[in-house]
């Protein structure tokens, strides 16, 4: 393989692991939050892909994303509000299977309003631009998608790290009724949660799509499942593990598509998952379960 | 009279986890004294203290801080008013630095924090020398005087506090309830729960014995240290 193949693979890895670092983000966040997989997530990823193509067909697409990103923070919020609140003090399991009934309503939401043939994702202008370096090229996206999400990893750090809210979600992860006694409305930052984890999820359906070119109502279910298996792979809980593992995934699987294994690149994924869970079940970065007595 | 009320229950009644465990009670906290709650384990003291910061829910009876009614309330609005609640076992963010735990406590607030951390530091020392390590890391002591300086954080009238002495070396809860004498002159209302009720009928104005769910026995700190009754039961002396 030569030098430049090689070059460009990597490019595309980087950028797809890119896409799954952000959904992932959202999987490792509610979860350390709530102890709770948030099934839907890939599916408001799908929602979002949907989203975008009835935005871009009546408006401009500088006016469609500010609406969609919208749209697609009301609709995790919402689903937090109306699928997962009312079980706070359910066990686990029942708030578990309530997020795998909401995934399934929505794609079959999905199939009844928009039918199950794929539909063409709009281009946005500046993100399909090609550009080439020597004998190298490829479209701007591939090329943003590793550095936006560097960025928006650092943003939502210092968020986390240090901002009143930020100590707050991390109060509420470790302790609901210590931090209601502190005066925090802990339901405000679940949904603070889910808002952030709904956003990433969209710029991260926006460079995944612009990637696919096509969104159909089952187009949540594998990356899905990828960007959860991304979340354990990183230490599920934890947000640069999340992105670590994103990276990882992406740049695996590309590389087993460049070597011809294309056949084998989810199998690929899940293989990982089930290493991970035998060997390291806390992950990479997993925060480490000590209980003082 | 009623000004000199601080936190009045009236026929407490409380159902947690399947059992009745509060059954009418009648507690009245005068403003600025400390007000002990004593009794064994089980007696409902703890769902009490929590039913009045909000996180329980009452079935009947009422709570009235100030003259305004608290049961209905969220705990948020509860820790606005001015109570705020030391837990049972400290329960200290492990996962945030002392100072963070700190300034958590003052997380309805927002002013300036450099003040009110100035003034927990002159109380706890050791917290000062310790504000940039995790709060998992702090001793059990050190971790209740976290605890105890997270709560004053958010400026309240009155201190409820879970068991402060709970597990902790005889050295260190003297130094915990000479802490709860200072906090008290300082104009604070304490209301306190012990199992250790020799300290804290020693400190207290006012004091109640409460046994499954019922109030049995009350009257001033002094006068619960001399009834045989309570040696017997709470402080470990036969009758001769």
Known sequence: MSGITLLQHGLTGISLGGAYALIAIGYTMVYGILRLINFAHGDIFMMAGYFMIFAVASMPWYLAIPLVMFLTVLLGVTIERVAY????????????????????????????LFTALPRGYPEIPFLKKSFHVGELSASLVTLITPFLTILLTFLLMSLINHTKLGMAMRAVS???????LMGIKINRVISATFAIGSLLAFVGSVLYFTDRMTVFPFSGTLPGLKCFVAAVLGGIGSIPGAVIGGFILGIGETALVALGYSTFSDAFTFAILIVMLLFRPTGLFGEKVTDKV | MNNDRCLTLTDLQVDYGG???????????????IVTLIGSNGAGKSTTLRTIAG???????????????????????IVSMGITLVPEGRRVFANLTVLENLKIGAYIHSHKLDDDLERIYGLFPRLKERDWQLAGTLSGGEQQMLAVGRALMSRPKLL???????????????DIFDIIRTINKEGITVLLIEQNANHALKIADWAYVMETGTITMQGSGEELLAKDSIKEAYLGKKKQ
């Open chain 2, 55 to 77: 996180v329980v829910k009452a079935s009947a009876g009422s709570i009235e801080f100030e003259g305004t009614q608290l049961i209905g309330k969220n705990p948020d609005d």
């Open chain 2, 19 to 33: 059992i009745h465990a509060v059954k009418g009670i009648s507690i009245e906290v005068p403003r600025g004294k």
């Open chain 1, 85 to 112: 609140k009312p079980l706070r003090s359910a066990p686990r399991m029942s708030i578990m299977i309530s997020a795998i009934g909401v995934s399934y309503l929505l794609q079959n939401l999905a199939t009844y």
């Open chain 1, 174 to 180: 470790k302790d609901y009724e210590t931090s209601q």
């Open chain 2, 160 to 174: 409820m506090m879970d068991e402060p002495s709970l597990g902790l070396a005889p050295l260190i809860v003297k």
